[in-house]
């Protein structure tokens, strides 16, 4: 089996460290491993598989070495800069910003949604937006089998999906101390305002669901809506998510199919108060989906409530996921 050279971008973020931490939890075959952020942090080091390593400077030059796969967090700008850099030197760059997830020539992958769209890439693959990520995981077997119409999402995002300065505000303001990086407090507070407001008076967040949806499904028509909201969760997105189907189905089906797709966990026995809960998903790969009722108030309707952790499956784990098939690819 053939050994990788893997660079992480990013590595002294949130999102960069859980790299780190699913890298060697699922046990790739890297052969030579590089650890990137910026000047602040270069020379520190960082520990990985027992090991440790050099944080370098990300700079134009970088890439000038043999790096097979770089798994990028380091923010749309970095992204913007760099990617095409390390792409240009054959490096494979996985994204996790969303500085390329609608650009036509970038594939936009769920592994478990949509792996085939791997094959078109040029050499820089973009990792969806958190939320669109674990609503994909349970909405893709759905259109398969009964062609969605329509989606509303209503997202209770965590604060870690802001980052550490995120997670700050909540920790800080549950002692009482003013936010910093949200603009209002976020502790006992639920915020209908994640990322920038747009002209249409939806927020980038929402109008980013409705785009990735649509790409990653491979329908520009369906419609799609969203209302995203930060709420006072250290830890994994919950998700409200009202679909309408083009035909009918059998709420037994429907739920059988979600029990037979990959990387879902159905939670879904209101008798004995069993639905996916974000305290119970943080730390986990899966993405969990509950509270499953057909909406009486459409022909062909049913809502489901859907959590993952958004730093693992929403970041992480599914970049991780697809430098696995990329690698899996290589060695067929």
């Known amino acids: 089996m053939k050994k990788f050279n893997v660079a992480v971008v990013g590595a002294t973020g949130m999102v960069g460290r859980t790299f780190l931490k699913v890298l060697e939890e699922r046990q790739l075959p890297i052969e030579n491993f590089y650890v990137m952020a910026s000047s602040r942090s270069a020379g520190k080091t960082l520990t990985f598989c027992g090991k440790e390593y050099i944080i370098e400077e990300l700079t ?11 798994l990028f967090s380091a923010g749309g700008s970095i992204s913007e800069k760099f990617a095409p850099i390390a792409a240009a030197h054959g490096c494979i760059v996985i994204d996790n910003s969303s500085q390329w997830r609608m650009h036509p020539e970038v594939p936009l992958i769920v592994p478990e949604v949509n792996p085939e769209d791997i094959s078109w890439h040029k050499n820089i693959i973009a990792n969806p937006n958190c939320s669109t990520i674990q609503a994909m995981v349970a909405l893709k077997p759905l259109d398969a089998k009964y062609k969605i119409k329509r989606v509303v999402y209503s997202t209770y995002q965590a604060v870690s999906g802001a980052g550490v300065a995120g997670w700050s505000d909540l920790e800080k303001g549950l002692q009482g101390e003013a936010p910093k990086k949200f603009p209002h407090p976020i502790a006992s507070n639920c915020i209908p305002h994640i990322d920038v407001f747009l002209e249409n008076g939806y927020t980038k967040e929402e109008m980013k669901m409705v785009w990735e ?79 499953i009722r057909r909406d009486e108030s459409v022909e062909n309707g049913v809502n489901i409530w859907v959590v993952a952790d958004n730093i693992r499956k929403g970041a992480a784990t599914n970049t991780v996921q697809i430098a696995e098939l990329i690698m899996n690819q290589m060695n067929q």
């Open 213 to 291: 949806t649509r790409k990653i499904l491979h329908n520009e028509n369906l419609k799609v809506t969203a209302t995203a909201v930060r709420v006072p969760v250290f830890d994994s997105h919950s998700e409200s998510i009202n679909v309408e189907f083009e035909n009918p189905f059998e709420l037994e089906d429907l739920i059988e199919t979600l029990k037979n797709a990959p990387g879902l966990v159905v939670q879904n026995n209101s008798a004995e108060n069993e639905y996916p809960l974000a305290i119970r998903a943080a730390g986990h790969d899966e993405v969990y989906v509950g509270r």
């Open 60 to 70: 134009e030059h970088s890439f000038d070495k043999p790096i097979d796969i770089a």
